[in-house]
T-cell receptor
Framework: SQTIHQWPATLVQPVGSPLSLECTVEGTSNPNLYWYRQAAGRGLQLLFY??????ISSEVPQNLSASRPQDRQFILSSKKLLLSDSGFYLC?????????????FGPGTRLTVT | EDKVVQSPLSLVVHEGDTVTLNCSYEVTNFRSLLWYKQEKKAPTFLFMLTSSGIEKKSGRLSSILDKKELSSILNITATQTGDSAIYLCAVLRYAGNMLTFGGGTRLMVKP
């Protein structure tokens, strides 16, 4: 079976500090990977997605970046955090090819920028 | 630009009530609509709908898609406190890798 991990679970960082959130998937190969942000218990905003190693598509211009150094690893980064970066960050994966349309989510990281 | 709108924004009911949550969409080359339940952390997948008029059912939850009206409903019968959550609707288009999510409906079921 497949599992998806995210860490850390919670993070409090000062404005201007760097950020690195990590997501890994087990039990599947060549998944599509996604980073979302969710503000105040509302809908999900897609930030980045990746269909393969080194392939990143950005959906919203901001001071965040993403990288996919390995097939099942997806990293969200920032060089300098802003207050507006606070939120709940979710990573998700989806089967490629003719697999299902559904995405499966990790447990999330709650980021507070102070 | 794809658009997904959910209503109501929030809902408070008592145990045993039946609720209907709505999702409407505007998307080019619609492929499927998905429902998720989010309690505290990760959204969990409930249903995927691709064809109009075919009801998907799981226990007390059911959902149906109306492609003519560009909408879907999620019904929960005999609600329980454990149904309290945010319910998210999302759409997928053909030749796309991304889901577009609605803003969610926050359901609270009181004992």
């Amino acid at each position: 079976s497949q599992t998806i991990h995210q860490w850390p679970a919670t993070l409090v960082q000062p404005v201007g500090s760097p950020l690195s959130l990590e997501c890994t998937v087990e039990g599947t190969s060549n998944p599509n990977l996604y980073w979302y942000r969710q503000a105040a218990g509302r809908g999900l905003q897609l930030l980045f997605y990746s269909v393969g190693i080194g392939q990143i598509s950005s959906e919203v211009p901001q001071n965040l970046s993403a990288s996919r150094p390995q097939d099942r690893q997806f990293i969200l980064s920032s060089k300098k955090l802003l207050l507006s970066d606070s939120g709940f960050y979710l990573c998700a994966w989806k089967r490629t090819g003719t697999g299902g349309h559904e995405q499966y989510f990790g447990p999330g990281t709650r980021l507070t920028v102070t | 630009e794809d658009k997904v709108v959910q209503s109501p924004l929030s809902l408070v009911v008592h145990e045993g009530d039946t609720v209907t949550l709505n999702c409407s969409y505007e998307v080019t080359n619609f492929r499927s609509l998905l429902w998720y339940k989010q309690e505290k952390k990760a959204p969990t997948f409930l249903f995927m709908l691709t064809s109009s008029g075919i009801e998907k059912k799981s226990g007390r939850l059911s959902s149906i898609l109306d492609k003519k009206e560009l909408s879907s409903i999620l019904n929960i019968t005999a609600t329980q406190t454990g149904d309290s959550a945010i319910y998210l609707c999302a759409v997928l288009r053909y030749a796309g890798n991304m889901l577009t999510f609605g803003g969610g409906t926050r359901l609270m079921v009181k004992p």
